[in-house]
């Protein structure tokens, strides 16, 4: 250890993607995690990645033996589970772990080292830039690291960045648990093989599962197992969601007999992602820089897209010898132009729909004031057609809830404004607190109306 380009603390899928980008550079790398090698990406979840996601940063899809199933599509049921929409759509069920290392083993054979057992604990800042991180392990103690880019990919526990003065340093940019999901998930195997395990499930309900869904992932490579799990919206005083998977869910005649192949739980950021990626000598990807759809809380493709635009402004950033803001800006630009604008309109539709009932939710479902294919479209590009909405106004309004259209209308147009406001992104950071300030008016505005 001593000094390096780049220190990246987290090797999950984040910050192993990050090395996998940037290796082969010519840069020295150094990735720490406080795990060992051998259970890197080992954050509970429900692995399932749409293809899209690779083809975007042109990175291989993972080989047969990475994944636990392939996936064709997604069921969406409504609260009496009476009404299904189902989305087509390509994608993987990944072996998380054996996922992550693969890509971490990619960038270690290309030069990168990697420390296991090593805790990021806090940023070295001098200057107004940050120069290091102090590392502990086990048998070395605690540690100083030279970095020209210091990268928090640590998850939810934003190691470094909750560790900077939050006035001076945006890149720390704090949550409220109100924008997180509390989940737990179990793998399951069950006595028989599930139809169409190729299909993903979503159910919505505020009653099983308020301010989030639950859901069944099936394992198709073996049929007969399951990730089965529930979320709930943080913040709010609601039950654990182990005790609800429990309550409503694993009391289904299905699970009878079933066995425990893992279980666990963990948070998960459904917001509209950082004010900014980058500050001076530092970078922030994945679930730590927020990078995960609000909606469906998927968060393992943006971060891997996250962190091919950090390698991107990194490479740019250090070839010119300039790794400040300002020098690694085109992080924020890159990524907010793909995804983050998209996902700030998601960030909206998803207060709108934490407020709904389960008799609207069925409504809507069931007058199909959304359809499956405008779904697919809200859900690729954060864009909810207003022509849908003016169709369902002009069909249904004066039938029943009015009112909830009228509300979705105007969601739709907040969703609209929001995206507008990403893509045009502040082109340097001098613009970033003009800009943020339009953000958080535009989210009052809505909060304070829908
Ligand atoms: C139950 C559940 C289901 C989900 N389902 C899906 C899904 O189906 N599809 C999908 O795409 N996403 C899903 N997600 C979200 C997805 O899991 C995350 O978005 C993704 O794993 C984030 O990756 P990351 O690398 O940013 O963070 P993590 O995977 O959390 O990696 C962070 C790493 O940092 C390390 N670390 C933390 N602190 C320190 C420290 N101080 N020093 C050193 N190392 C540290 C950790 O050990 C860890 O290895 C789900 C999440 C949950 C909770």
């Known amino acids: ?166 006035s001076t340093w945006p890149v720390r940019d704090d949550s409220e648990l109100m924008d997180y999901n509390i989940t737990y998930r179990e793998v399951r195997r069950l006595r028989r093989d599930v139809d169409e395990p190729d299909v993903l499930r979503i159910y919505v309900s505020k009653r099983v599962a308020p301010g989030g869904y639950w859901w069944v992932f099936p394992h198709s490579k073996e049929g007969d197992v399951v990730n089965v799990g529930l979320g709930v919206q943080g913040g709010m005083g609601y039950p654990n969601p182990r005790d609800l998977l429990y309550e409503h869910v694993l009391t289904r005649s299905e699970y009878e007999g079933s066995e425990v192949v893992e279980a666990g739980g963990a948070a998960v950021p459904t917001r509209r992602p950082a004010r900014t990626l980058v500050w001076n000598g530092i970078a922030v990807t994945g679930d730590a820089a927020y990078t995960v759809n609000p909606v469906h809380g998927g968060g393992k493709g943006s971060a891997i897209l996250a962190s091919w635009c950090i390698s991107q402004a990194i490479t740019q950033a250090l070839d010119s010898g300039e790794p400040s803001a300002k020098g690694l800006w085109n992080a924020n630009v890159c990524f907010n132009k793909r995804y983050g604008a998209k996902q700030a309109a998601l960030d909206i539709f998803r207060l709108f729909l934490q407020k709904l009932s ?43 809830r009015p009112s909830l259209l009228f509300k979705l209308k105007r969601v739709a147009q907040y969703m609209s404004e929001v995206k507008q406001l990403y893509m045009n992104y502040p082109e340097s950071p001098e613009g970033l607190s003009r800009w943020y300030s339009g953000v958080k008016e535009i989210y009052s505005r809505f909060k304070a109306e829908v």
């Open 1 to 166: 250890m001593g000094s390096y380009d780049v220190v990246v603390v987290g090797a999950g899928v984040a910050g192993a993607s990050l090395a996998y980008f940037l290796s082969g550079k010519g840069f020295k790398t150094l990735v720490i995690d406080m795990r060992s090698f051998e259970r890197v990406g080992d954050k509970p979840c429900a692995d399932a990645i749409g293809k899209h996601h690779f083809d975007e940063v042109n990175l291989e899809p993972p080989s047969e033996e990475l994944l636990e199933g392939y996936v064709r599509g997604l069921d969406i049921y409504s609260p009496s589970e009476l009404i299904r929409y189902r989305v087509l759509g390509d994608g993987y069920e990944v072996d998380r772990i054996k996922f992550t290392k693969h890509l971490l083993k990619s960038a270690i054979d290309k030069g990168a080292e990697f420390a296991g057992g090593t805790y990021g604990i806090e940023p070295i800042v001098k200057e107004g830039f940050v120069t290091g991180v102090i590392t502990w392990s086990r048998g070395g103690g605690r540690r100083e690291i030279r970095s020209k880019v210091l990268v928090d990919a640590s998850g939810v526990a934003r190691a470094i960045v909750r560790r900077l003065d939050e």
């Open 358 to 400: 389960d008799d609207d939710l069925e409504y809507g479902m069931s007058k199909k004031i959304i359809k499956e294919e405008d779904l697919n479209e809200v859900s690729l590009k954060g864009h909810l057609e207003l022509s849908v909405v003016e169709k369902g106004l002009r069909l249904l309004a004066g039938l029943a």
